[in-house]
């Protein structure tokens, strides 16, 4: 028995609900902790929407976009501090609608998620210093 894919499963199911693997976009999202709900793209995608995409290498991504381009979006995990490039449409499976956390849903249409999202953007100059700084620090323990 093939297990569906993702694209199969929000095919037939209109949605799709799972857990992710990563920390990429931490804090909004934790492995391990958060659900979340991934529908179906209904048109274009806007800037901080955060799409289930596949690279070209097959490896699937959730990220938010940080901008929207004629041909293709550019992307960033809300943990990350380097831009994906050259995403389309083609590699967009699904969008996240909703995060559950402890039982509750927190749409991405709430006052909380929109906050959320507005001061993930406007700091993003200091995410960008810890961050990188994190990055060093952890480069010279090894």
Known sequence: MN??????IIQRDGKLIYTNKGDS?????????????????SGKLKKFDVPL???DSGQYVLH?????RQNDYVI???????????????HIIGVLTAVIRNGKELSVKSTKYKLYVYL??????????????????????K
């Not at 958060?34 to 179906?40: A, N, S």
């Not at 938010?64 to 929207?68: E, F, L, P, Q, T």
């Open 64 to 68: 938010r976009i940080v901008k929207v």
């Open 3 to 8: 297990k569906a894919t993702f694209g199969e």
């Open 120 to 141: 993930w953007y406007v700091l993003f100059p200091v995410r960008f210093a810890v961050i990188k700084t994190r990055n060093l620090f952890r480069k010279h323990k």
């Open 25 to 41: 976009m931490m804090p909004l999202i934790k492995e391990g902790r958060d659900l979340l709900v991934i529908e179906k793209v």
């Open 53 to 55: 995409y596949r690279r």
């Open 76 to 90: 960033c995990g809300d943990n990350r501090i380097h831009f994906e490039y050259g995403i389309t449409d083609r």
